[in-house]
């Protein structure tokens, strides 16, 4: 039998956890993260062999921040504005048909299928608070401490599937999580309804200012 009373006491531990450290140091002044000339090369002599790579299996190879791979890709493929734009970018993602969202960490990959859902800040703490009610994606999260979010158009291998998505990433460059519109089998292209609501959201990226030259 689920021990549901147990359940809430641990979530309830566990958001008074949060709200302690939620004080911790703050992103919003650290630099942008952007890439020399001999950085641009190196990371576009990767992507001629590795087309379509996320900026986090990119890093891995060329031991370069995330955020700074994404600096370095040609303007029509990335454009990179401040993490202060969270609220506005999130509440355009919730437009979106069935995106997927992505988040990779120490060599684990985890999907979210799903709407993207509403959110609103905390009024005792730094987080952003998903909605949790239904399934797919909920939980709590440090706009903060995001720096920078992009817009990624990449080609890939297979012909008129670009890797289409948002990356968000910390002061460190490395990525957070990302929200992609993707085909049913990641393979092939993604929906029309669903193109149409990734190019809102890159347009709304691109009137914001740019961070890298």
Request: aromatic share 8%; proline share 8%.
């Amino acid at each position: 039998m689920i021990d549901f009373a147990a359940i809430r006491g641990l979530k309830a531990a566990l958001m008074a956890m949060l709200v302690a450290t939620s004080g911790a140091a703050r992103a919003g002044d650290a630099p942008a993260l952007c890439a020399t000339p001999d950085q641009v090369k190196q990371v576009q002599t990767y992507y001629a062999a590795s087309p379509g790579a996320m900026p986090a299996i990119a890093s891995r190879m060329l031991k370069l921040p995330d955020a700074l791979i994404a600096s370095a890709l040609p303007a029509d493929q990335a454009y990179g504005t401040s993490g202060a734009a969270f609220i506005r970018v999130w509440e355009s993602l919730m437009a979106w048909d069935s995106p997927v969202v992505i988040v990779i960490k120490s060599g684990n990959v985890i999907e979210i299928r799903g709407r993207i859902p509403k959110g609103e800040p905390s009024k005792i703490s730094n987080y952003f608070n998903v909605d949790e009610k239904g399934e797919g994606m909920s939980g709590h999260l440090r706009p903060d401490l995001m720096t920078t979010i992009y817009a990624v158009e990449l080609p890939t291998k297979t012909a008129n599937a670009p890797l289409r998505g948002v990356l968000f990433f910390d002061a460190a460059g490395e990525t957070v999580f990302g929200v992609y519109a993707a085909g049913e089998s990641e393979r092939g292209p993604a929906p029309p309804a669903l193109l149409g609501q990734f190019e809102k959201t890159r347009a709304l990226i691109r009137s914001m200012p740019k961070l890298c030259p």
